[in-house]
């Protein structure tokens, strides 16, 4: 039997942080270590020009997303972990596909639809108003992301669901046109993954600004947990563990007896000053091994990047022969 392909792409354009960890990096990792899976993970820095014109920050972003995969354990003999920049044959797919792509169906495209949205409530004359190309464009780059390896099972976040339908869309019109070549992907979102809330008790998101970062240094680590939002409840008075910011970020690590413990501590009226500093060494604890491989990573960068470009050249043995494939296909090939 041959191994499924899962793929997933990360955006560089943030620090990875716990939220990130609980919901997708921990379930990436873990997955790579099965051996009926062939992971395909990269990161997405031609999708975070879309977002962020600051290229110090993307270039910071990539290596220490880089970096926490690596130092959390990321599988990369079995897993094919590389930057998207550096297999150019998704590019080159990217246009062959865009001319199968219905503008409308890019219309459609619920991040063009908010920004449009956006403009017409601020009043603009002009609604496509500081819109670029690029974002236009997104679901396409990122078909062209799944399509080129034909992956099957892509793990998301349900904001992507739509990206997903639009890839299977643009796969089943290539194929009606110019017969069967690439697979139709499914999205896969983990349901039964903990949400976790962030400092201000809202989901926790690089987009609110109120997360913790993964491996934040011992110091910061302990100003940003005691920086949580709780209620007022006085030490000695019961406390609801179900609505706690604490408590749920706890659990995301913790077995069921620690998690049980902890329960009941919560309902002799724990102290948050008590809490706040319990959860403080629990994680600190917890990631103090990968972090110091994460410090030692970010040390050497040509490590980091020794790993994505080998990553990379696993990825075109794939990619390159297919795409003389999809060219053939579309009758650009060469003559005799
Ligand atoms: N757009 C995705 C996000 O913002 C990242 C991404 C880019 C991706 N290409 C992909 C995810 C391909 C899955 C498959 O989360």
Redesign the pocket.
């Known amino acids: 039997m041959s191994k499924e392909i899962v793929?997933?792409?990360?955006?560089t354009t943030g620090t990875p942080h716990l939220g990130n960890y609980v919901g997708?990096i921990r379930p990436a990792i873990a997955a790579s270590k099965n051996e009926n899976v062939w992971p395909f993970y990269?990161l997405?820095d031609y999708?975070a020009l879309i977002k962020c014109q600051e290229p110090e920050r993307i270039k910071q972003s990539t290596l220490e997303i880089a970096a926490t995969w690596l130092a959390l354990g990321l599988d990369t003999e079995n897993a094919v972990f590389y930057r998207?920049s550096d297999v150019p044959e998704i590019t080159e797919l990217t246009w062959i596909i865009s001319c199968v792509t219905a503008k409308g169906l890019m219309n459609r495209a619920h991040a063009y639809k908010a920004a449009v949205a956006e403009n017409i409530e601020k009043g603009e004359k002009d609604p496509d108003k500081g819109i670029t190309m690029g974002l236009f464009c997104?679901p396409v780059?990122?078909?062209a992301?799944?399509l080129l390896f034909k992956?099957k099972k892509?793990?998301?976040?349900r904001?992507?669901i739509q990206?997903?339908e639009m890839?299977r869309d643009i796969a089943a019109r290539f194929n009606h046109i110019y017969g069967e070549h690439f697979v139709l992907?499914e999205a896969v979102v983990q349901e039964e993954t903990a949400v976790l809330l962030g400092l201000d008790g809202r989901k926790m998101s690089k987009s609110y600004n109120n997360t913790i970062p993964i491996f934040a240094p011992e110091k910061r680590l302990r100003k940003l947990i005691m920086k949580i939002k709780t209620n007022s409840l006085a030490p000695g008075e019961p406390k609801d563990p179900q609505t706690c910011t604490l408590f749920g970020i706890f659990q995301a690590f913790a077995s069921p007896e620690e998690v049980e413990t902890l329960r009941k501590r919560y309902q002799e009226g724990i102290a948050w000053g008590e809490m706040k500093q319990f959860l403080f060494e629990y994680l600190n604890t917890h990631f103090q091994e990968a972090r110091q491989r994460y410090e030692d990573l970010i040390q050497h960068p040509k490590e980091i990047e020794h790993k994505l470009k080998q990553g990379a050249s696993k990825a075109r043995e794939v990619a390159a022969p297919f795409m003389r494939e999809i060219r053939e296909a579309v009758g650009i090939a060469p003559l005799g």
């Open positions: 793929l997933t792409g990360i955006t997708a990269f997405a999708h998207q997104y780059l990122m078909a992301d799944i992956a892509i793990p998301v976040g904001d992507q990206h997903i890839a992907p």
